[in-house]
């Protein structure tokens, strides 16, 4: 009964998701655009099928929820998928189109998610078969990897459709060429019922968008419907001559201007002469007489006195008095005539500033700028309606209007009145002044326009709202020109009231405003400018922006606010600000950083926000220097006890989003100290908490938890005593982990927790034997080009050699039983190849267990023939023994050892000769730097056991191991020296006194004498003496 209990609820579950299978694949058959991403979606969905059939089969049971979970969401995915797709084939062609990379992201984002689902349900339940598990990850795999993306020609279209809507294409032609095209790629035909049905569904949408209060989306639709209506099929289909009319009206309307011409434009010549001063031949502002008769502007006549002038300009006659008497009737007249001319020459501009002719309209351009320097005519010239007529031949130039004239007299009119500058922004100027910020000539003038709108707020609004406005004003702030620079930057200061914009300036790398209103702004907006800080991504030039403590300490100090807004807007802020390594110095330096998370994540508050403190501080730990670590005083807090086990505590409750980041935090704790290490291995419910989360554990919580634990054991590893926490079902946890996870940074940390258990642990014998362990091992040892790849690419080597750190426990010699598991495997060639391509760690752990292993090959082979050992170092040559040799069994001299004498043959001998391990083993002592010529060393020891020192010996020196040797003692670690001349004393045979390595050896030795330790000096000794350098009365003896 209890088995029915948990097969029901499975057995539903799994015809559930069978079901949705069915349906989405049905619905992918029959799309109307990308078919090859869906077909191929469709196909692997399709081969789900015969899996999760093949577990109904089974009748798989449950023992926790991570199946059922895993089904669940898969089940929710696929219907999500099913409703995407159905959305895909429905509604307008042309809607279809222009949300069609919206609705191919989401596919993308289902499809990685059912790929997520696939991997977790392999490792789900234990009961689910090797073979299944296998077909889930790689099916798995291919989801994640898959692509929806529009094609190229797909993406035209849209980008066409986008800009005729934008630039509101009216062009009946080239839209109807347009539709054409968007039937060719939805695969319909072009003609009116389409076109009819297109309308129909648009409407239909439009109408449903607005009843739901989408006006944006509404909107879009009534764009794209004024759009088909100007196609000429449409045209033909529907009566649209009143509103073609109504439209050429209202354009007609809006362009008429009075034309007639002013013949009045010139004053005679007589008037100019009379009203133009001798002096400075210029029109007379104040005009005064002087004795002799003449007039003259006063300013001009009175510097001519002053220069010690006695007589008349114009007569030369002698001056009896210097008095300047004012000619009030001539300066009226003046003034009369300058206010007709002004009115001639403002109709004439009024007239001429539409006219075809660009010579007139850029003459009338130039009259309206001379007029504009005084207020009154500003204000006639704006009366009169001349802005939007100045805006439309800003517009429609094409280079030949003089442009720079044009935006010199709308920023003079824009100076004095809100009215004019809300005027010259309705009539379209502020889109014509953006695009001429980047032209050179006319960026110094459009830059001054948009400085006088901008101080109008509505103005500035629509300014800020222009494509690329801010972007290019930012630009202009490194003008060569000091005065457009300047103007740059007030248009920049007037639009920083507004938040949105201000965003856009820092986006741009124009942070001023940013940095002062996130920390003297108002709170609503110090929050809005947080959260759009944590959206950014940040470049070179913003760290260093945000570098600032200023900036810092403004989100530090918003983290204690009450407001919980605020605070989750400043904590979003500094989480983005954490990852970036220049700013985590900053964080760490401030007072308060530390104590506000802990504080934040130990108070029972929103759940979210103990996540993202969490996450920062883990953030933070990982990127402090070990050195700065220990020495930092505002870390100590968290390298206590109480805070040790609070975070452990919290581990155990907390949701998974949130122990994700503990766990993480722990781990750095960890890293950068031995004493928090310490620590934490003395929670009681550490170690236990920890192998708990190896099953039914969100990815990333078992990944982090098995870091922690990897590091936990690398000192003391016996004080954890791991395997009883762990017991058999830890252990097949661990194993399975190691086998089949997608996540090679988990496997690796599991391999690394096996290796690192105590080999002394007598329950660990027992448990691996129990378990695939070995052949897991072996696995990915076989797998010869993993660390090629990795070697190439620069990835981590870390699984390769934490398997072979777990290998060790099957080959250490101390464990004959264990060791006897490996007999068979072949494992030989694997680590010899290992050798030659590995990194240094991993050719250290495959030379320590070839070592290993050699050790008891004369344990586990049977001596062939018996015979006393020759003391020659010529090749060995049978023939020459046999009368001495007395046989125990046939004579077999193809399978007879050369240093052995015996039959190594056999699967159960770990032979270093038969495996041709010599050479690799001498190339690895090469690497004096590392352990691993040490452990090459002691497996070539292995071969110079005493019943067979001579024959190991003499294959030594014949691979020319003896200058290798010397190389170590010369270069290498003190351990590796130390190995190195126990190997040397035992192989250095005579005939190498007058050899090419003698002088080395020599010179190597002799340093050993003067440098070495008490045991190299004897032993250096010893060999030299062996040479006949060192005399056995020597004192080293």
């Given at each position: ?6 097969l029901a609820p499975v057995n539903e579950l ?931 056991q005493e019943e067979i020192v001579d024959f ?60 070495g330790t008490p045991l190299m000096k004897k ?19």
């Amino acid at each position: 009964m209890a088995s029915t209990f948990y097969l029901a609820p499975v057995n539903e579950l799994l015809a559930r998701v069978l079901l949705s299978i069915s349906e989405t694949t049905a619905a992918a058959k029959d799309v109307t655009l990308e078919k090859e991403s869906f077909k191929e979606f469709s196909l692997y969905i399709a081969s789900l099928k015969p899996i999760l059939e093949d577990l109904r089969a089974r009748r798989v049971s449950i023992h926790s929820e991570a199946l059922r979970m895993e089904l669940e969401s898969l089940h929710t995915q696929l219907q999500k998928a099913c409703k995407v797709i159905q959305r895909y084939k429905t509604g307008s062609r042309l809607q279809l189109l222009l949300s069609c990379r919206k609705l191919l992201q989401q596919m993308q984002e289902i499809t990685k998610e059912i790929g997520d689902c696939l991997a977790q349900l392999s490792l789900a339940s234990l009961e689910i078969s090797l073979d299944v598990r296998k077909k889930t990850n790689e099916l798995g795999e291919n989801m994640q990897n898959l692509e929806f993306k529009a094609a190229k020609k797909t993406e035209a279209i849209i980008q066409k459709i986008e800009e005729a809507i934008k630039e509101k294409q009216s062009n009946s032609q080239y839209i109807s060429e347009l539709l054409l095209q968007i039937a060719n790629v939805t695969g319909t035909s072009l003609n009116p019922t389409f076109l009819e049905k297109e309308l129909h569904d648009l409407r239909k949408e439009k109408e449903e968008m607005e009843s739901r209060k989408k006006e944006a989306e509404a909107l879009q639709l009534a764009q794209i419907i004024d759009f088909l209506y100007n196609s000429e099929m449409v045209s033909k289909s529907f009566s649209m001559s009143s509103r073609s009319s109504s439209r050429i009206s209202d354009l007609n309307g809006s362009l008429s201007r009075n034309s007639s011409q002013d013949t009045g434009y010139q004053a005679d010549e007589y008037s100019l002469k009379a009203f133009t001063c001798p002096l400075s031949k210029e029109i007379m502002e104040d005009p005064v007489d002087l004795v002799s008769g003449h007039t003259f502007d006063r300013q001009a006549i009175s510097e001519y006195l002053c220069k010690g002038k006695r007589t008349c300009p114009v007569s030369g006659q002698e001056l009896e008095s210097f008095e300047l008497k004012p000619n009030l009737a001539l300066k009226n007249s003046i003034k009369e005539w300058k206010e007709r001319n002004m009115e001639n020459k403002l109709q004439h501009a009024t007239s001429n500033i539409t006219s075809k002719n660009s010579h007139e309209v850029n003459r009338a351009l130039q009259d309206l700028d001379s007029l504009m320097e005084k207020p009154r005519n500003r204000v006639l010239i704006a009366e009169k309606g001349l802005i939007p007529t100045i805006v439309h031949a800003l517009k429609t130039s094409g280079g030949s209007i003089n442009t720079c004239i044009a935006l010199k007299c709308l920023s003079y009119l824009a100076k004095d009145s809100d009215h004019n500058k809300e005027a010259i922004v309705n009539a379209g100027a502020i889109n014509c002044a953006v695009n001429m910020l980047a032209q050179d000539e006319e960026a110094d003038y459009a830059v001054s326009l948009l400085m006088e709108l901008s101080r109008n707020s509505a103005c500035s609004k629509k300014i800020g709202n222009a494509n690329n406005c801010i972007p290019y004003l930012v630009a202009l702030l490194n003008s060569r020109n000091p005065q457009t620079s300047q103007n740059a930057e007030t248009v920049l200061e007037n639009l920083s009231s507004n938040t949105k914009f201000v965003v856009r300036m820092t986006e741009a790398n124009f942070f001023k405003p940013f940095i002062r209103l996130i920390a003297e702004g108002p709170i609503d907006t110090r929050v809005a400018l947080a959260t759009a800080l944590s959206k950014m991504d940040p470049n070179s030039q913003s760290r260093k922006a945000f570098a600032q403590q200023s900036l810092v300490n403004s989100l530090v100090q918003m983290m204690s606010q009450s407001s919980p807004e605020c605070r989750l807007a400043s904590l979003h802020a500094i989480l983005k600000l954490s990852k970036v390594p220049k700013i985590t110095k900053r964080l760490l330096s401030a007072d308060t950083v530390i104590p506000s998370l802990l504080q934040l994540i130990t108070m029972p508050l929103d759940n979210h926000m103990k996540q993202i403190a969490a996450e920062i501080l883990a953030n933070l730990i990982e990127a402090c220097k070990p050195s700065k670590f220990e020495n930092s005083s505002k870390l100590l807090v968290l390298q206590s006890q109480q805070s040790i086990s609070t975070f452990f505590d919290l581990v155990a409750t907390v949701e998974s989003a949130t122990r994700v980041h503990l766990l993480r935090l722990l781990y750095g704790l960890a890293m950068k100290s031995v004493k928090v290490k310490a620590m934490i291995r003395c929670q009681s419910n550490a170690i236990s908490t920890l192998v708990s989360f190896f099953e039914g554990q969100r990815p990333q919580v078992r990944l982090h938890a098995l870091k922690l634990l990897f590091c936990l054991m690398e000192e003391n590893a016996s004080e954890i005593e791991l395997t009883k926490h762990l017991k058999d079902v830890g252990m097949r946890n661990l194993v399975m982990i190691i086998a089949s996870s997608p996540n090679e940074e988990e496997r690796a940390a599991a391999a690394g927790i096996l290796g690192r258990c105590p080999t002394s642990d007598p329950m660990l014998a027992e448990m691996l034997q129990k378990t695939e362990a070995l052949n897991v091992i072996v696995e990915i040892i076989s797998a010869k080009d993993l660390h090629i790849k990795k070697k190439m690419s620069g990835d981590s080597d870390a699984l390769l050699e934490n398997a072979l750190g777990a290998l060790l426990h099957f080959t250490s010699p101390s464990n004959f039983e264990l060791q006897t598991c490996v007999a068979g495997l072949e494992i030989l060639p694997l680590l010899v190849h290992i050798l030659s391509t590995g990194s240094s760690l991993a050719k250290e752990r495959a030379a320590t267990a070839l070592g290993q292993l050699s050790k008891t090959t004369l344990r586990r082979t049977e001596p062939m023939l018996l015979q006393n050992q020759p003391q020659s170092y010529l090749p060995f040559q049978f023939s020459q023994f046999l009368p001495m040799w007395c046989c125990k069994q046939p004579l077999n001299y193809d399978v007879l050892c050369s240093v052995h004498r015996r039959d190594c043959s056999n699967k159960n001998s770990f032979c270093l000769i038969k495996a041709d391990a010599v050479e690799p083993l001498l190339n690895t002592v090469r690497e004096t730097r590392s352990g691993a010529a040490e452990a090459a060393l002691e497996a070539l020891d292995t071969l110079l056991q005493e019943e067979i020192v001579d024959f190991g010996a003499q294959a030594i020196v014949e691979s020319n191991g003896i200058p290798l040797i010397l190389e170590v003692l010369e270069r290498g670690t003190a351990p590796a020296k130390q190995k190195g001349i126990e190997v040397l004393e035992k192989i250095f045979p005579p005939s190498e006194r007058s050899s090419p390595n003698s002088e080395m050896a020599r010179k190597v030795l002799i340093e050993l004498l003067q440098q070495g330790t008490p045991l190299m000096k004897k032993k250096a000794a010893a060999i030299l003496n062996k040479m006949d350098i060192l005399p056995t009365q020597s004192s080293y003896f």
